[in-house]
């Protein structure tokens, strides 16, 4: 098992940046794909960004691409979201999850993902 504990979220001003950073329990993390999921109030969790267990494959959702990257460093068990040019329809709680896989692959729906993190909540003013 797995626990996942999000850091680094805040309010901000549009224009600004913030990154999250995601801290993994355990000694095999280089085994879990990762991914981060925002949920805004009212709405559905969704995809952001996701990386494969070797960090060397990732994917970003249209609505962040050019804007937000997802990395790892599987030294410190722990994986990043850098936020740059916030919007305000960035607003949510961000979660990180994570899923034990044998694969390379990058896992971009939250179904696949079996351990969550409580989330962090960032803030966008306008």
């Known amino acids: 098992q797995v626990q996942l504990v999000e850091s680094g979220g805040g309010l901000v001003q549009a224009g600004g940046s913030l990154r999250l950073s995601c801290a993994a329990s355990?000694?095999?993390?280089?085994?879990?794909?990762m991914g981060w999921f925002r949920q805004a109030p009212g709405k559905e969790r969704t995809f952001v960004a996701a990386?494969?267990?070797?960090?060397?494959?990732?994917r970003h959702a249209d609505s962040v691409k050019g804007r937000f990257t997802i990395s790892r460093d599987n030294a410190k068990n722990t994986i990043y979201l850098q936020m740059n040019s916030l919007q305000p329809e960035d607003t949510a709680v961000y979660y990180c999850?994570?899923?034990?896989?044998?694969?390379?692959?990058?896992?971009?729906?939250?179904?696949?993902?079996?351990?969550w993190g409580q989330g962090t909540q960032v803030t966008v003013s306008s």
């Open positions: 990386i494969n267990k070797g960090g060397g494959s990732t």
């Open positions: 355990g000694r095999t993390f280089n085994m879990y794909a």
């Open positions: 999850a994570a899923v034990s896989t044998g694969s390379n692959y990058v896992y971009t729906t939250p179904n696949w993902y079996n351990y």
